[in-house]
């Protein structure tokens, strides 16, 4: 019995068999179908960029440029490593504010981008015509992938790993909602405690098998290599020249030319070409023809130059350009990494050993939100979807990543009972976690198509008009999205008073805000649970953290537990504002004046049962009405009639931020705990709750990072992960941004450094800067959040 399976002998597999074996792992073993590298990996472009848009991406990209040359060493064999540096340029405006967001957080980990103007690019043979800009990354690179792979290989076979080629896995062995194995083409079974699922575009089929979601896509992705061509630079930068597609690279004397196809040609792995390793497709100059006018736009030399080969070869995309890696929320024990966008053999480096520390800690070893397969919609994962999402899928991994741009392709997967409604009052509809929502509202036809802007956005007044309407009537909000666990059973109150790190041994009706930690301290979910009943309680988390919140409270909660999700069953209306008090008690019998906050119970509401929850994510008056479905549009219907009017996820977001409430997936999560978060007043230090003796230990210590609430000055567009200056020195990121919906103010959440015992006054008394698309902008710590500091109009 084999203690970890690995299902692929490509670039990922192997490096997660490398650092399992590093670990001092045992009793590990590779399976691979075919060949090593046959599948994807030994056709990979070779690029190895270490700059992402995001931090912990960064984090992941950069230790490729640790992990290569060290490998060589240990091996003796050379895995075609070299540092050429590349460029990335840009042909908009809005390429160069995003390139001025990137190349910041570069600097921020300890990279050498730069920014160049149009007029200072000067790479030979490049034609800068049309072109206004470009980063500079030192450190970009090229390994030779299959060179690279026999690298992992050899070191994973000293390090005791087993690699059996030929072998053709056809089942995942799943018993009891565990993986314990897989079944062979031969019908052999191999027993195991863990199984990796790393075998690219053919993963889908045995996930599907086991019952997991993988949103993942087989397609023709192509590149071409020219003939040897004198006298270009060595070594040749790497090239990204975004705005047209493409990509072009050095290879011993002759360039390597490929492009992100729109409408990429979906292939299907397992038709009957789909065994057959080292394939490669048929030559199709349609579609790459685009891609090669661009690179003789941009590289005249190649009109001399011949095409020594088209390569047309099969790579895995997934629905969002995310990859997929950890553990799943259908199957305990089955990890998976794959999906990885044309990226593979530079991200395997990073993959392989976080999944490698995940797999032997049984927790992922810092926050992988981005990538993490815990995010996936189920319905993503259907046939008929993943190959429509490819018509932008691949495109989306160069294009222009616009703040709030809404994909297009493969819409309307999830929408709620009231989705007719919400229409109807206007709604400009977009993406948030996986469900048709409400973004504004508008009956004019010229604020129902904004254009995209990476600065003030368009819609902006919109929002202060939606949130305008709560200072003195009341606004209706979709909230049917939010994930909500019914869990129940005599050991319920039990599991609920370990997992949280608040006091939920409270009356029943109380809802209680609190997070759920893990052993580290770090904040897993951000929750409110309602006690129902002496072993009933509802638990109500993100919406874009549904599958993997259920997940971590079946694998956590133990006991005689039932956990089951409603999220479907029920329609979530928000009532909201200044006026709801008085709104509700003309549509319902029951008294809304004596109804404290954070309490719930059921009500009447226009004839039909519902049951209220006096919350508000936006600061103000209100309740949560959760309605059955059956009986949702009367009672949307009839706020709605009584003058009532929509408001949107963008004036959410405006709303919740201008109070400071945080956000799971940006300003929380794994790493960050309640205190540095800002959140100690929701721990209950009287009890025992998983995570504790790590928050002990804080507390003895004291903090030396907090989450603050920043106002800016000036009118930018704060995102996420803009760079905290102090004095020059980058002191921390920001985690969240938006402009407060009522208070206009340009608001920003922010992890920053501190010294032990400093106050919060201490903090805010400190002089501070945020880098924002290369510009620095003032901005000062907030004592206390811009609207209502007090909450007395939440509580009123």
């Not at 992705?221 to 003939?227: D, G, L, N």
């Not at 495109?395 to 997967?413: C, E, N, T, Y």
């Not at 409604?421 to 929502?437: D, I, K």
């Amino acid at each position: 019995m084999a203690r970890t399976l690995i299902i692929g002998g490509g670039a990922v597999g192997l490096s997660l068999a490398y650092h399992l074996a590093r670990r001092g792992e045992r009793d590990i073993v590779l399976l691979e179908r075919n060949q090593l590298t046959s599948g994807t990996s030994w056709h990979a472009a070779g690029i190895v960029g270490p700059l992402r848009a995001t931090p912990n991406g960064t984090r992941l990209a950069m230790y490729a440029g640790e992990l290569f040359p060290r490998l060589e060493e240990e091996t003796g064999l050379s895995t075609g490593y070299r540092r050429t540096g590349g460029y990335w340029f840009a042909r908009e405006e809005a390429r160069m504010d995003e390139l001025r967001r990137i190349a910041a957080l570069g600097a921020h980990f300890g990279l050498t981008p730069s920014i160049l103007e149009g007029a200072e690019l000067a790479v030979p043979g490049v034609d800068p015509t049309g072109i206004i800009g470009a980063l500079r990354v030192e450190e970009d690179a090229n390994v030779n992938p299959v060179d690279l792979c026999m690298a992992y290989a050899k070191a994973a076979r000293a390090g005791g790993v087993e690699i059996r080629e030929g072998v053709e896995v056809a089942a995942l062995l799943v018993e009891n909602g565990r993986a314990k194995g897989v079944r062979l083409a031969d019908g052999v079974e191999i027993l195991a405690d863990r199984v990796a699922l790393c075998a690219g575009a053919w993963s889908k089929k045995l996930a599907d098998a086991a019952g997991v979601a993988l949103p993942l896509q087989a397609v023709e992705h192509m590149y071409v290599v020219t003939e040897p061509m004198p006298h270009l630079p060595h070594p040749y930068p790497v090239l990204r020249d975004l705005d047209r597609g493409i990509y072009v690279k050095g290879d011993a004397g002759k360039l390597v030319i490929g492009g992100f196809e729109p409408h990429a040609k979906c292939w299907n792995p397992h038709g009957p070409e789909g065994n057959r390793p080292f394939l490669e497709f048929p030559e199709d100059w349609d579609q790459f023809t685009p891609f090669m006018e661009a690179a003789l736009a941009l590289i005249p030399a190649l009109e001399q130059a011949g095409i020594a080969h088209f390569m047309n070869g099969p790579e895995s995309f997934t629905v969002d350009s995310r990859p997929l890696i950890g553990q799943t929320n259908e199957v305990d024990g089955l990890f998976v990494a794959a999906g990885m966008n044309s990226v593979g053999v530079m991200s395997s480096a990073g993959i392989g050993r976080v999944l490698a520390d995940w797999m032997a800690e049984s927790a992922a070893p810092m926050d992988l939100w981005e990538v993490d397969i815990a995010r996936v919609d189920p319905l993503t994962a259907a046939a008929a979807h993943v190959e429509t999402r490819m018509e932008e899928a691949v495109a989306d991994v160069f294009a222009i990543h616009w703040p709030f741009k809404q994909p297009k392709a493969g819409r309307g997967l999830r929408i709620s009972a009231l989705h007719d409604r919400w229409a109807a009052a206007g709604a400009v509809f977009g993406l948030t976690a996986g469900w048709e929502r409400g973004l504004w509202y508008t009956a004019e036809d010229a604020e129902r198509s904004l254009p995209l802007s990476v600065g003030e956005q368009p819609w902006q007044e919109i929002v202060h008009r939606e949130a305008a309407v709560m200072d003195r009537g009341t606004a209706l909000i979709d909230l049917t999205p939010f994930g909500k666990f019914d869990v129940t059973g005599p050991d319920a109150l039990h599991a609920l008073q370990y997992l949280a790190a608040g006091n939920v041994d409270v009356a029943e009706g109380r809802a209680v805000y609190t997070p759920l930690l893990n052993a580290k301290g770090g904040i897993e979910a951000d929750v409110t649970i309602t006690r129902l009943g002496a072993d009933r309680f509802r638990v109500t988390s993100g919406a874009a953290t549904r599958g993997r919140d259920l997940a971590w409270l079946r694998r956590n909660a133990g006991g005689r537990v039932r956990i089951t999700d409603v999220t479907e069953g029920e329609v979530v209306i928000g009532v909201m504002g200044a006026g709801s008090r008085d709104l509700l008690t003309t549509l319902s019998p029951d008294d809304w004046h004596d109804f404290p906050f954070a309490t719930a119970r059921d009500v009447t509401v226009a004839g039909h049962p519902a049951r209220a929850t006096r919350v508000s994510f936006v600061g103000e008056l209100g309740w949560e009405l959760s309605v059955p479905v059956d009986a949702a549009k009367a009672v949307f219907d009839a706020p709605y009639g009584a003058g009532a009017r929509p408001l949107g996820h963008y004036a959410l977001d405006g709303c919740r931020i201008e109070k400071g409430f945080r956000h799971w997936g940006h300003d929380l999560g794994p790493e960050i705990t309640p205190m540095e978060a800002g959140l100690g007043f929701t721990v209950d230090w009287g009890k025992e709750f998983l995570g504790k003796q790590a928050l002990e230990r804080q507390r003895a210590d004291g903090l030396t990072r907090r989450l603050h609430l920043f106002e800016i000055e000036g009118r930018p567009l704060v995102l996420h992960d803009e760079p905290i200056r102090e004095g020059g020195r980058v002191v921390g990121l920001t985690t969240s941004g938006a402009r407060g919906a009522r208070t206009r103010k340009g608001l920003a959440l922010g992890l920053i450094a501190i010294a032990p015992g400093e106050r919060v006054a201490d903090t805010a008394a400190r002089g501070f800067e945020i880098e924002i698309a290369g510009r620095l902008y003032p901005a000062r710590v907030l004592e206390r959040p811009p609207f209502d500091p007090k909450g007395e109009r939440m509580k009123a």
